[in-house]
Every structure is written in C-alpha cells, then in structure tokens.
C-alpha cells in the first residue's frame, strides 16, 4: 500500500536496527519513554523489541487518552446518558472503560441509555440536528490531536444555533504530563525511573509543534524525538535518541517532519484557543491532580458546555485496589508485574484503563506479546 | 352457527376474491404473521412459487425427507446483517450461503434447507419479495432446496426489517473425518483467497462512515469447492469459514479445539490493497475483518500442495494460499511473522469489531 508499505519496510528496519546495535554504549541502558500510545502499539505490532539490542528499554508513558480518563470522568458521561435522558455520543473506546460500579458506557447501553458510537465530533452534529427534540452530547476526550475538531463543532453549534447540542470536555495537554512525570519525586530524586530520554508524539506535535517541548530537554537535561507512528519511524527516532545520548546532547528534534514543524497547526492553535482555556487542574488517571492539564469551555461558548448545562458535578473516585494502571502510566511498572494482568484483566474484561484501547499499555502487551516467554517448536 | 359449504353436490366451490400482494406499496402487517388467510396469502404468493419444491407443496408444517445414504449433519445460523442490501449480496443470499458453509465444512453434500423469518410491521413487501427471490436464486443455484418455513410479524420498531434463520441439513460421505480437533503439529494451514472483503463492502455502506469501495461481498456457497478439495485430499483434517471474527478467531478456535498452537505469515495471507487500505483508515485489522466465502483448510504436509492446486483449480479458490503452519504449545497461541520482521500474538477479538455484519 503506497505511503504506507514504505514506512514498514523489513530490510530497512534490520539495517536501522543493526546501527543501533552498533552505536549503543554497552556500559549503559538507554532508557527511552514513549510518551504515546500510538508508539507502544507500534513497538507491540511490529514485535520492535525483538529486533532492538538488550540496552534498550522501552518505558510506556501516558498517552493513551482512554487510560488516563479517571473513573469519575466515566461516570460523569453516563449520568448524562442515563439521568438526563441525553443522546450520549461517544468514541469507540471509551465506551469499555470501567466506571464505577462494575458500570461502563457499554453496560449503560445495555441498560436502555441512548450511547452512540461516533468516529467524529461532526457526526455528533449531525445527531443532534436529526433529533431537534432530544439533547445531544459529545463525550469530547483526547489530547491535543483531538481537540480542534471538538472546537470546530461547537463553532458550528453556536453558528447553526443548535440549541440541542453540547460538548463535555474533556481534552487534555500533553505537556503539562510530560512535565508532571520529570517533577515527580520517582524521576527527579529518587531515580526509581530511569528515564534518559523521550519519543515524542507525533500526530500531537502536527498540531503544537516541537517547540513546547524545547523547555523540558532544556530544563530537565531529556532529549526529546518527534517520531511517527509507523514502525520505521519508531526506530530511526531511538537510533536519534542513542546518538543524542551517546554524545551527552539534550535536544529536541523532529524525526516526524514529514508532518511536524515548530510552529505546528497555527490555524488549529488559534481555533482551540478562541473556543478553550486551561483548567486549573484536572484529574488523571495513573498521574492524579495535574495543574493546568487539561481544558474547559470558555464563558463565550458556556452554552454549549454540558457539565454547565447539566450541572454536572466532579466526584473523584479512587481505581481498583489490585489494579496497577497508575503506576503503569508513570513507568514504575510493566503490565507483566501487574497481578491481575491477564487473569482476572483481560481486554475481554477490563479492570483498568491500560487495558481497554489498543493503544494501553496492558491491552498492546496482552493482545501481541504474550507469546514471548513461550518457546517454539521450529517447524521446516 | 353456519351452514357447511355444500361440498358434496357436485357444483364447483365458488372461491372468494383476494386482492394480490401489493409488492409495490405493500408493507409488512401483523397479520402476515397471525396464522390467517393473510399468511396463508403470503405464503401462496411469496414464498411457495419462490422456493418451489415438492416438500413444500405438501403444504404441510414440516418436511418428509427420505432418509439419505451417510452421516448426517445438521447446522443452524441467524441473519441480522444490517444494511440489508449490500454489494455483493443481500440477507437472503447470505442466510443461504451461511447455513450452506457450515453444512459443508463438516465436508458434507448440503441437501436441505429450513428458513425461519421474523419480519418488522411495516416493511415493504416489495424489498421482501426481492430478498426471497435472492435467496431462492441462491439456493437453486447452489442445488438445495428450502423445505420448510416459519413467518413471524413484530411490531413496527421490535425488529429491523428482516431477520432470518436458516436451518441446513446435509449429509456426509463415509470415510471422512473433519473436525476443529484434527490439527497436528506439522499440518499446513491454507486459506481459499483474499481475506476481509466481506466487512469491509458492509462497513463502506455504515451511515456514519463516509467512505467508498469497490469492493465486494465474498458472499459464496462453498460445498463445491470444498468438494474438489476433499477429492484432492481426502484425509483433510480441518474446515471452518472465517465468518465473524475472521481469521484470526477462526484459527485460534481450532487451536484451542485441538490443543495446538499457530504460525503464520503476514506476507502470505491474501489481502486486496483496497481492503487493506480502508482497515487502515478505519483502525481495523484484516484478520479480524468477516468473510462470507472463504474457508480456512488444515491438513497433513504431504497433501498441501495438492490441495492448493484444487483450490486454485475452482473459481472460488483462485486466490488461495498456504499461509502458515500449526506448531506445539500448550498455551494455544497463534503467532504470525509480521512482514516487518519481528513477531506478534493474534489474539482473540476482544469485544466485537463491526456490529451487525452477518
């Protein structure tokens, strides 16, 4: 498939793979965050850990937006679907991930509420202009990547005047987690994290640009890879990183140019702008409390804003006891070390969040790589 | 009480006018379905000239069938597939070839069909009609008759416009052993053509979704191929179509069945391009994509390559490939090497891919 085979070709990858092999220092470990989910369902399809040398450890970050919505969140929603009586519109994923009580956007589907799956927020829109008598809400989630079409549709509401429709927000920055997990006492003094460097996120940088992220490679001495999602991309980015490494630089640099450039999408920047600003602080999973992480609905557009217009009240609520999604999205932890991982967690029966979406960390680790401690029987 | 039709003197019964079935404007009512003269109607004018046969001129509740030579094997599946009308096929020839595929993987000559319909209030007669001469058409076409049926109505928003459940019979010649709990370590595992093409035509007509293809249902009767490949290699060990679920299910069901594990390649797995590419826009993986006419085939080494030229020999297998291997391991896994490189688990889906498909 063009634009597509070139970026997962085989022989390529051995070759990026045998350099880095080459260039590692084996008096170290190169201990690289994904920040992405993208990038950990990448590393888990492709089986990229196979072909990279032992030095280099993969630590999966955050940037799973379905793993880092908190429960309350979910809970949230299917008030709205369930209380309210409003068509819920909502992506895919979300409607796995556990609530509380045993609940999900799904099970409150079975239940009778109106939940709708959308694969945009314009589809959300044309709900709500097909059903002028029943409110209409889009479960607005994601990081920055998602954002401008949530901003898009509520400027077209406000332009139709659908008085029907309204957006819960819940769109998140990608920054200001990146920057929560070096701040955080693991990284910075204890050094129960090693962290020596970060793949960047790709389709989030199309939008912020790489500049954002010149403050952290600068201030916390982390060199920072914009890569592409493809698996191609995913090397030569940890072939980039190794090299920083090697030669003691912290920078920030763009294996993704394809796509990113520093400035990113001015014209999405401005939109987002003109529609949302920071929250003082917004709750995640795995990462808790993270000041001016996430956005709200400004004033000029409260109309639209359901948590305005249903008085919807945050109640936050703590994850399952056994569950180690937390300290999984802060890289303290692999799936494997999780007890419940692969018994009473699949992705069938999801307990955490990093177990719902493909992009979770459990869920890549589950579906691709179980097999890897299994010895096979080599057939001719 | 009433006077008995004078019947027994000789003069012609007189018989009261019925307007005919209105396949135009027509809709669906409840009586169709309340045991009347207006199901009787339906039956005389829809679905008796359509399937005609003689079991169904008997005009009795159930069909008396001889009994055939053989083993008999017996298979049920339930048509939901939502839109009704699709390229490459429509719910009444997917009811047929569905039943059809899983009577003949068992590897027997399908004989016989049951067709159970439960019809929405208010559908149009018309699109009816013209799902029930495309199911007829199929199962003419396919050499085995529908024998017996059921109408049921409900009202008006309990159902979504047709609902069929065929019921297929068949039988088996002796000597043949197919069977999910065959695979040996060592079998070659093969597929009959190109993967996916089945969800993806449906997924293209979703409201929500606005993409085109040109692609195709695969929706196909295979006990002919199947057929062919059984006299190319009669000791075949396992059949099974990759229906919901795709590929991928079907061959960690027979993995489990038997106890064994998988290997296969990506590069040899047939995949169009188009197919491909719009699973990739859409987040899905061909593997877990249904197909409405390909079969997964597992059988010994020595007789892979046999079976493949059958295969490739049939219309309907033109495209087959051996794709892989079943190997040992008791975790039942089934593996694929990517066309990266590397190797990856293809797991189970989890939770359902596409609604409503089949």
Known sequence: MKYVDEFRDGTVARQLAQTIAAEVDPERRYHLMEFCGGHTHAISRYGLRDLLPEEIHFIHGPGCPVCVLPIGRIDSAIELARDHGVILCSYGDTLRVPASGRMSLLRAKAEGADIRMVYSSADALKIARENPGREVVFFAIGFETTTPPTAVALRQARAEGLKNFSVFANHVLTPSAIQNILESPEVRSLGTIPLDGFIGPSHVSTIIGSRPYEFFAEEFQKPVVIAGFEPLDVLQSVLMLVRQLNEGRAEVENQFCRAVTREGNQKAQALVAEVFELRDRFEWRGLGEVPYSALRIREAFRDLDAEHRFGLEYRSVPDHKACECGTILRGLKQPQDCKVFGTVCTPDNPLGSCMVSAEGACAAHYTYGQFKNVPIAEVS | ?358
């Open chain 2, 1 to 358: 009480m009433s006077a008995p039709a004078d019947t027994g003197s000789g003069t012609a019964v007189k018989r009261g006018y019925i307007r005919p079935l209105d396949f135009k404007n027509g809709k669906v009512e409840m009586a169709h379905g309340g045991g009347g003269r207006a199901m009787a109607q339906l039956i005389d004018e829809l679905f008796q000239p359509a399937f005609d046969n003689p079991w169904l001129r008997q005009a009795n509740d159930q069909a008396l069938l001889g009994r055939p030579e053989g083993r008999i094997v017996m298979a049920t599946d339930s048509h939901v597939v939502s839109p009704l009308f699709f390229p490459g096929g429509d719910i009444g020839s997917l009811s047929v070839h569905g039943t059809i595929n899983d009577v003949a993987t068992s590897g027997a000559r399908p004989l016989w069909l049951a067709a159970g319909f439960i019809l929405e209030e208010g559908f149009p007669l018309g699109e009816l009609k013209r799902i029930v001469d495309s199911m007829a058409a199929a199962a003419r076409a396919a050499g085995v008759a529908i024998v017996t049926g059921d109408t049921k109505v409900v009202e008006r928003g309990h159902g979504d416009g047709v609902f069929i459940t065929t019921t297929g019979v068949g039988v088996v010649p002796e000597g043949i052993t197919i069977s999910g709990d065959r695979a040996r370590p060592g079998d070659r595992i093969l597929v009959s053509g190109f993967l996916g093409d089945h969800g993806v035509a449906i997924m293209s007509l979703r409201e929500n979704l606005s993409f085109s293809t040109n692609i195709v249902s695969d929706s196909a009767a295979l006990h002919e191929l199947i057929a062919d490949m059984i006299r190319a290699a009669p000791d075949l060990h396992c059949l099974r179509d990759p229906t919901r679920g795709g590929l991928a299910s079907t061959l960690n069901e027979i993995a489990r069945q038997s106890g064994v594990g998988m290997a296969i390649r990506e590069t040899d797995i047939p995949v169009r391009e188009e197919v491909e590419a719009a699973c990739e826009l859409l987040g899905l993986d061909p593997l877990y994509v249904a197909n409405e006419g390909k079969v997964v085939a597992i059988c010994p080494p020595e007789c892979a390559e046999a079976l493949l030229a059958a295969m490739q020999a049939h219309p309907l297998g033109r495209d087959a490939a051996i794709i892989g291997e079943v190997i040992e391991d008791p975790h039942g896994f089934v593996q694929m090497e990517t066309t990266f490189g590397g190797r990856r688990n293809v797991d189970w889906l989890s939770g359902e891919q596409l609604p409503r498909i089949c």
